[in-house]
């Protein structure tokens, strides 16, 4: 069997270079989806994910599997949102840093790089691309992200070692010396030297299966330490989760004398009606920005339709729970009625959708089953110190980008 480093490196670098598009198309798509390019983007990938979530056997490749519409409920979680945006940032400065590196080394004809980051790596834009690949796969946490990095460092594995035969056919001894005393994709931590041995096909496999199922694991892992962990509740046929733990206790509270509502009761009894069937109710801030990927609550909460990407984007990365700590009516600027600061304060929107399922329902925590199927149905504004009912309103069956396309659930 050939080694795989003895591939042509022309084809080589076609290949690796569609696939890391690819990913970083996928990856990018919590940038995308608030730019005014997101219904574009979306008429390409929406038939891709469309096409997943339609069979139970890929569903779950569309599934997200940490928190990005509430706070993370946990400590651990708060933390790895936290090294999300850190990890991001770090990696594409990393790159930028030293792709600005090489080019200048090329300017001045210093061959080898071995100044700067290549002092202490090999190959530091590598690093630096997955380290930010790692930081979207958490600030965009779909399984098909999460698949697409494991291949992504993958290939990158391949395309370092495809470039570090070229170089040492090419200056010999002289980048033999230079690799003996470097690490490849981290600093060295011992001096011994470490042969570049041929990767064959077989080991190649064996590296790319495990990738894959580790990353998958930590997948399914890290979901259910989320759902687990949800601030849920059980009100009768209707199951409340809030933004934050510290609402619970008021969504039930609201809850109870909102369901007792004619108009409320009325469309409660047209849905559910057996043990597969529930009804959950998301209760957050009126003009809460992403209500709009749980429900279509109206045109203002279409992302695109903002015009502030790079604010939206910088503030998401800098600052990664604003969007549900600040006050109502801070969002990212946005002003709306009620004109009344204090009457915005003061209300809740309760969003009802229909969960049904292929088994029972038994707890909360199953109605966030990936293979459930969610229909908004209304939603209610509530004022929340006297319940007063101030606004009730049917929703389309989708959310803000329509069809069945897979948002956050959570």
Not at 74 to 97: E, M, Q
């Amino acid at each position: 069997m050939s080694p795989v480093g003895q591939e042509k490196p022309g084809r080589m670098g076609v290949l690796i270079g569609a696939a890391m598009v690819t990913y970083f198309l996928v990856a990018l798509e919590i940038i995308i989806m608030v730019s005014p390019f997101a219904l574009v983007f979306y008429s390409v990938v929406h038939p891709i994910l469309d096409g997943l979530a339609r069979s139970p056997s890929t569903r779950w490749l569309t599934a997200f599997f940490l928190p990005h519409l509430l706070m993370p409920p946990t400590r651990l979680l708060a933390r790895l949102r936290v090294l999300g945006s850190g990890f991001f940032i770090g990696g594409s400065l990393v790159f930028l840093v030293c792709a600005g590196q090489v080019y200048l080394g090329k300017l001045l004809n210093w061959g080898v790089a071995t100044r700067g980051c290549y002092r202490l790596v090999r190959h530091p834009q590598y690093a630096g691309l997955a380290l930010a690949g790692a930081g979207l796969t958490i600030l965009w946490p779909r399984f098909l992200t999460l698949v697409l990095l494991g291949l992504m460092l993958f290939l990158y594995y391949l395309l370092a070692y495809d470039e570090e035969c070229r170089m040492l056919s090419r200056y010999g001894e002289t980048y033999k010396q230079y690799r003996d005393r470097t690490g490849m994709f981290w600093p060295r931590l011992s001096t011994r030297p470490t042969p570049l041995h041929p990767l064959r096909v077989q080991t190649a496999l064996l590296v790319l299966a495990a990738l894959f199922g580790g990353a998958i694991a930590i997948g399914f892992g890290l979901r259910a330490y989320t759902v687990a962990h949800l601030p849920l509740a059980r009100l009768g046929q209707i199951d409340v989760i809030t933004l934050i733990r510290a609402e619970l206790a008021l969504a039930q509270e609201v809850l109870s004398d909102v369901t007792a509502n004619v108009r409320v009761a009325e469309r409660l009894r047209l849905m559910g009606g057996d043990n597969t069937t529930r009804v959950l109710a998301y209760m957050l801030p009126v003009d809460y920005v992403m209500q709009g990927l749980i429900a279509n609550t109206g045109e203002e909460w279409q992302l695109f339709r903002r015009h502030q990407t790079v604010w939206m984007i910088t503030d998401n990365l800098l600052h990664p729970f604003a969007h549900i700590q600040r006050r109502p009516m801070q969002h990212h600027g946005m002003t709306r009625a009620p004109t009344s600061h204090d009457e915005q304060i003061m209300q809740r929107r309760v969003i009802f959708l229909e969960i049904r399922a292929d088994h029972p329902l038994t707890t909360p925590q199953t109605d966030f089953a990936i293979n459930n199927e969610r229909t908004p149905r209304f939603f209610v504004d509530v004022q929340v110190h006297t319940h007063e009912l101030l606004q009730l309103k049917d929703t389309p069956s989708g959310h803000e980008w329509g069809g069945g396309l897979p948002m956050p659930t959570f």
